[in-house]
């Protein structure tokens, strides 16, 4: 199984360029850094242990030289695992937050993405909780490169200080501009968080574990053929599910909810995709076929056919 998946062609759609950073990259950007410090940096005791980390690792890419060495590294990794087609998410809402300039930034991952043999699409995405306003800002950066390498835009953070209803008005301007919208929910909320996020416009739904507790929304995903970017290793690492037994996945495909798999964070989550797909194989005794379909969802579902197959 292993080898035979790594062979398949793949695609990944939830794969944030900010968690992606193994510890050797780590150290090539700050050499200081020990083994014992990185281990307890990722390490996580619950969803906001890991949002300090990930804040720890954005002060380590101070600017656009950062940014493409972690680029570099990451799709690198990619292409190793055979896969041909990623949706990066670069967060544009941390550069703001930062006060950092966010063009070069964007120009250098852009680059690197260009030189890559995976064809690479970005997202941009904004901070919920830091509200509608900046998440505007972040949403206009997107518009401006729609064309030019970014085909969607996102929100994260913290969904109880910011649920999705409240940023309608900024998916509406992106889908205005061409891009589609992914919406993190149902990853520290509940039902309503995911719930929120399909009312207000999203095409996607990032990790959705909370909408397994309500069957009127698993209907709903499914009649209206709305994804869940699962990301099983990422949930439990969170405590967005108490074991991997706990995952819904099965639950989803039962329903008929269409599901990609994910890393999410993978450096911070000590993941990669291909084990994803020996997790969801081996936990939940996927057969080859079900396997096979989730991989496919992975084009079908992406937000950019792929150029140089026109898809899957």
Partial sequence: MDD?????????????????????????????????EIRSRYSYGGFQDFIESYKWVLGLLRGPD???????????????????????????????????????????????????????????????????????????????????GVVAFGIGGDETRGPAERFAPV???????????????GEAAGPESVWAAVRAGADRIG????????????????????????????NVATGAVPKLAAHPLRLFLEHGVPVVLNTDDPAMFQTTLLREYEIAAGEFSLTRAELEGIVRNGFRYAFQPMKSTGGQ
């Fill in 4 to 36: 035979y998946f790594r062979k398949m062609p793949k695609a990944e759609l939830h794969l944030h360029l900010e968690g992606s950073l193994e510890p050797e990259t780590l150290r090539e950007l700050d050499p200081a850094l020990s083994g014992r």
């Fill in 66 to 148: 950062e940014y493409a060495l972690a680029a570099r590294r990451l799709l690198d990794r990619l292409a190793m695992e055979n896969v041909v087609y990623a949706e990066v998410t670069l967060s544009a809402g941390a550069v703001l937050w930062q006060g950092k300039e966010f063009a070069p930034i964007f120009e250098a991952v852009a680059r690197e993405a260009e030189r890559s043999s995976v064809e690479v699409s970005l997202i941009l995405d904004a901070v919920r909780h830091f509200g509608v306003d900046h998440a505007m800002a972040a949403a206009r950066l997107a518009a401006d490169r729609a064309g030019g």
């Fill in 171 to 185: 998916f509406r301007f992106v889908r205005e501009r061409g891009l589609r919208v992914t919406v993190h929910a």
């Fill in 207 to 234: 990790h959705g574990v909370a909408a397994a507790r309500d069957p009127g929304l698993l209907r709903r995903l499914g009649e209206d053929n709305i994804p869940i970017e699962v990301c099983l290793s990422s």
